[in-house]
């Protein structure tokens, strides 16, 4: 329902991150994905009709950022993806009018947490509150996607799926379905600080894949191999098993170019520290890492340990109680 804000009527919209458990770079090649919804790194928007201008900030964490959607060219930029996202929306709604957006950020852009899939899901539903229009979770998905594919070239959809998802998701070729998860665990996640650009990191993985076909043969079906153990291990609540494949995972993404001293440094300082195991979290080349723990002080304990080699934030989500 929208609303009045100093008199103008706006809408209002929120959307979330995303930390992908296992299948990052691989789902883009075909292989399914896990991820679990990251509620409490979420983005807000307003929608306004009218605005003028150039967008002010960028994307950034504790800092708002704003757009005027309806009037000039898109800058070619990747932060220009949630705009984009509702430059289509006001396309297909046959909207002939400016729209501001203003979005207020929890989450770092650029840390392989999903920050611009929930912007442009928390843009595109404050647009839709604005003028009233009700969006199914498809058409909704479809919109965000527009903007994941202008801001990283080839998007899997499995950020876009994640940012409007309210559990834990099994993603595969663009389809979403919740995933059982029966484990009373905590997930560590660990920001290095260093910025992680999506799109020259797939771009590197695809390059990668297409000089050794047999080599990206073997790695693909080894992770979905990986990648189906660990969707029994989530259901059967082995967290010790499920911390191994994690470990093999990163394996995998350390032979596919996108780990870094810095992420296997975190992972050390994870598992030194107690966690089943750990890996890199999104994109990689900087960015997070996640560790699978025990809930309580065993995750405390992680979070602390990750902070002394080097995290500069980190983030504590429990495996259970989201609905899946
Ligand atoms: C980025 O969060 C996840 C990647 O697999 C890209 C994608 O799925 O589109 C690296």
Redesign the pocket.
Known sequence: MNSHRAGVVCGTGRAHG?A?LL??????HGTP?IAFPLPTLAVHAVAQPGGSGASTGVPQAGRQFRFVAGADRVPDDPSSGPRVAVEEALRRWEIRERVEVVLDCDLPPAR???SS?ACAGAAVRAVADLYDRTVGTAALYELVQCG?QFA?G??????ASTALATGPIWFHAGTARPLAVGLDAALVIADTGAASA?QP??AA?REQLARDPQGAQRILHHAEELIESAAADLAAGLAAPLGRTLLEFQDLLRELG?STPEIDALVTAALHAGAYGAKL????RGGCVLALTEPGSAAARVSAALRRAGAVQTWIVPTHGMPS
């Not at 299948?23 to 883009?28: A, D, L, P």
């Not at 979290?281 to 990689?284: I, Y």
């Open positions: 995303k992908i299948g990052e770079h691989t789902v883009v994905a392989g947490l999903g899939a994941e990283h080839r998007a899997s959809g499995v950020d999506t990191a797939v993985v996108v979290t999104g994109a990689g």
